[in-house]
């Protein structure tokens, strides 16, 4: 988690050919607070400066003697491991502007400097590039530890009983850290009752869900699908879950959270990687809000008519569109309705005649159990499921969510409880 302290001692660097300039920006940036702040006024430096101390941000001005900050930034980009330039331009000429995101800049503050301008400026590009290389740190980590289980499942097939049993512990361990992604139960917020189920299709998967209980009272909850089976799967779908959480946590509304996240996504993963995602938000009266991010429909299940609605929306998939926005659509979660999202691989699902499960069946079960509850929903959910593969390995994880609003209008508060997850 990026911390305020670890923004106010990133290391910054202020380049400008004029002193009285540089001078400026110092001042401004320690009286915001920030403690680790150089500078140059030669811009022949610049490359040979960021080599040796790798800064966190460069305040690089763009019209200077000799070589200019275009020139600078080609510099720039021989040294960061794929491209990504920890750079704010300065700049009076307008035209520059867009030349210059064009050119690898993150973002650009105008002369005469304003102090609530650079402050805000500085510190979102610092807070995304924090993350972005705790991000990468993390996911180094995590390929160096598939690599070498990866390895190892291939001598599986030529080591004696006693190193296949020692390799199938580290896979199992590998699925145990998997698992440790999801929450291990699941809290039962005020008024609402949760019940949750995944099932990978390998040791890994892609699929996860999480919730966050606010102190302003609101419940936030995510089912998540990334593209892929197994370890890559799971890679990407730890960076996501690592990264939406940060955000959430720190107070970031969701829609803003999922911009950033789909910025990230769009800038570290792989051109054929992608991830669908439904976020709903909801107070404890029952009135929300939710994003559905080129996920399958979710269904409302109505307790007062036994009608099923359908929440879909028209936001893209997260990581193909560096400028997707997504924006949260209102829905409200009334005593007795239930709400039911789920991965794909629900229905699509296969049995030993390759037949779909399909989103017939699953509104049937939710149209004829939804007045016993959700867990009628959920336990006649997980028979259906295994009743109908009958043992047939599954192409894609299973994964679903079940909230009910079960609190009756003026009722008392519920007691806290907690509810296990089920697994298989």
Do not use: W
């Amino acid at each position: 988690m990026i911390s305020t302290a670890d923004i106010l001692t990133a290391r910054i660097l202020v380049v400008d050919d004029q002193k009285a300039n540089v001078l400026l920006l110092e001042g401004m940036l320690r009286v915001a607070g920030y403690t680790s702040v150089e500078s140059t006024t030669d811009p022949h430096q610049v490359c040979e400066l960021h080599r040796r101390h790798r800064y966190a941000l460069i305040l690089l001005d763009l019209q200077m003697p000799g070589i200019d900050g275009f020139q600078v930034m080609e510099g720039l980009k021989e040294i960061e491991d794929g491209g990504y330039l920890p750079v704010l331009v300065i700049t009076a000429q307008p035209s520059h502007k867009l030349r210059a995101l064009e050119a690898g800049a993150k973002d650009f503050v105008s002369k005469p400097f304003d102090m609530a301008e650079l402050r805000a400026r500085v510190h979102n590009i610092l807070e995304v590039r924090l993350l972005h290389l705790a991000t990468r740190k993390y996911s180094q980590a995590l390929e160096e530890t598939v690599r070498e289980l990866e390895a190892s499942r291939e001598l599986i097939r030529l080591k004696t009983l006693q190193e296949q049993a020692r390799n199938q512990r580290e896979l199992d361990l590998a699925q145990e850290t998997q698992n440790s992604l999801l929450p291990r139960f699941l809290p039962q917020f005020e008024n609402f009752r949760i019940h949750a189920f995944n099932s990978p299709t390998r040791y890994v998967g892609g699929d996860f869900y999480d919730f966050l209980h606010l102190s302003s009272g609101r419940s936030i909850g995510v089912l998540a699908d990334v593209s892929g089976k197994g370890i890559p799967a799971a890679l990407l779908s730890s960076m996501v879950l690592g990264a939406l959480n940060m955000e959430l946590y720190s107070g970031t509304e969701p829609h803003q959270a999922l911009n950033r996240v789909n910025r990230l996504l769009y800038e570290k993963s792989l051109p054929f990687q992608f991830v669908t995602l439904f976020l709903f938000v909801l107070n404890p009266d029952g009135m929300g809000m939710f994003i559905s991010a080129g996920h399958n429909p979710t269904y409302l299940f109505r307790g007062a008519t036994g009608e099923i609605e359908t929440l879909t929306s028209s936001a893209g998939i997260l990581g193909m569109f560096d400028v997707a926005s997504y924006q949260p659509e209102s829905f409200r979660l009334g005593e007795k309705d239930i709400l039911v999202i789920y991965s794909d691989g629900l229905t699509d699902a296969q049995n030993p005649l390759e037949e779909m499960f399909g989103d017939e069946r699953l509104l049937a079960i939710i149209r004829q159990h939804g007045p016993s509850g959700s867990q009628a929903i959920e336990q006649e959910l997980l028979k259906a499921i295994q009743e109908f593969t009958d043992g047939t390995p599954q192409t894609d994880d299973v994964t679903f969510v079940v909230i009910e609003n079960v609190r009756a209008h003026g009722a008392a508060n519920p007691a806290p409880q907690m509810a296990a997850i089920a697994r298989p």
